[in-house]
């Protein structure tokens, strides 16, 4: 597994690194994004800062999408009747679709000179996170990581220590269990398992395992390791008795303090923490990675994708997604989420983040994972998307139901062939 090491003001060396022809009339620009709980804020405040230094270019929002999933989806069949966005910010695993559909537009030509623009925080790695077969299409916006966010007074409740937080997964089921055990009003840990398949894929990865070859060629989720981490799911009803939420309810009963762990994306730590206040003492601690050789974790988070092929408005979007993906962009969604910053000049130079690392010690634990950290996989061709449905559908029964865990992977990954095949 390759892994991509993560670490914008930054307009000198970013129009450094390209060509910019004057503009003499305002541009329009539509921009359709994902999940506003998390992003309604920082896409308003990341368009405003944009408008004021490019008084030239209007940045309209479409109305966003509930889900990178529900986005992608949107915006395919917005295709079919040519009235795509100019700009669109899918999840990390989606920016394969619209570039083998031919919708995204290659970015290649824009980047007149790749010096100024890895000066800019633009590296390698993290331009590896938008590129499909070694193509650019997008640019990293956000990075997010699976951590776990835990109750420090209800673990010392159950006799644990807040300050030695399990780093593997059988003793975190078991203090799990033993919070559980609290009482009827208490519910021990939660793993999130709705939406899209990026949190199996971390199990996966836990445990060092793959989705696919690398020529993409044989499903490879079914082998020891893949049964270890479907065997970790039945590990969390079985064991700690895992309430059946969504990620609503989940977050809800959380921030209301009857829920002591939970996993889940590190992009709502500013909503979790605003939603605890002084209620409880919340932490977070780093995914459990099993197998410290070959474990790696999905980067999820989005990218922003151009769509447009007028030359006026690529123009204007190119400098739009520069902002964006740039360190003053990644600055505004790093203070407010708990996503990693997607630029190294956003990570490397104070003027950006400063002390904020050392003030807000809960967003150390994405940080820590940054060597562990690769893609977000995506199955290749038309069927793609369909092949992740299939796949949580199937899982969800080894959660909520008594569903044996290796019988019900090994009829999926056979299902998958299947479908991949077509």
Do not use: C
């Not at 992740?388 to 999926?412: F, K």
């Amino acid at each position: 597994m390759k892994r991509f090491s993560t670490s914008v003001a930054a307009a000198a060396l970013i129009a450094g690194a390209f060509a910019l022809p004057a503009q003499a009339q305002e541009t329009e620009i539509v921009v359709h994004y994902a999940m506003p709980g998390v992003f309604g804020e920082i896409q308003e405040e990341i368009a405003a800062r944009f408008m004021e230094e490019n008084p030239d270019v209007r940045v309209t929002f479409r109305s966003p999408s509930d889900s990178y999933e529900d986005g992608v989806q949107r915006v395919l069949r917005e295709s079919m009747s040519g009235d795509t966005p100019d700009i669109v910010y899918v999840g990390l695993n989606r920016i394969r679709i619209l570039a083998e559909r031919e919708l995204a537009q290659p970015l290649a030509p824009f980047i007149e000179d790749q010096e100024a623009f890895a000066e800019a925080g633009f590296t390698e790695s993290l331009l590896g996170l938008g590129q499909v077969r070694g193509e650019q299409y997008g640019l990293a916006f956000a990075a997010s990581t699976p951590v776990v966010y835990y109750n420090a007074d209800l673990v010392a409740q159950a006799g644990g220590d807040p300050d030695s937080f399990p780093d593997n997964w059988d003793d975190l089921i078991a203090l799990g269990a033993d919070i559980d055990a609290l009482g009827e009003d208490t519910d021990g840990i939660y793993y999130h398992f709705w939406g899209s398949d990026w949190m199996w894929q971390a199990a996966v990865g836990s445990f060092g395992g793959e989705l696919m070859d690398d020529a993409e060629e044989e499903v490879l989720f079914d082998d020891e390791r893949g049964h270890r981490a479907a065997a970790l799911l039945a590990q969390f009803r079985e064991e700690a008795d895992m309430p059946a939420y969504d990620r609503s309810a989940a977050q809800q009963s959380f921030q209301a303090g009857r829920l002591g762990i939970m996993l889940d994306s590190s992009a709502f730590l500013a909503r979790l923490e605003d939603g605890v206040g002084d209620r409880f003492d919340l932490r977070v601690a780093s995914f459990p990675i099993a197998d410290r050789e070959n474990g790696w974790l999905p980067t999820g988070g989005s990218g922003v994708v151009m769509l447009t092929d007028d030359e006026a408005r690529q123009e204007a979007a190119w400098r739009y997604m520069t902002f964006a993906a740039g360190p003053e962009g990644a600055a505004i969604v790093v203070r407010n989420s708990g996503y990693a910053p997607t630029n190294q000049r956003a990570a490397d130079d104070p003027q950006f983040l400063g002390d904020f690392y050392a003030e807000n010690p809960n967003h150390q634990a994405t940080r820590d994972q940054v060597a562990f950290l690769g893609p977000w996989f995506a199955y290749p061709g038309e069927r793609g998307v369909r092949v992740t449905d299939t796949i949580m559908s199937s899982l969800r029964d080894v959660l909520d139901t008594d569903a044996d865990p290796a019988e019900t992977l090994d009829a999926l990954a056979d299902t998958v062939r299947g479908e991949l095949a077509r």
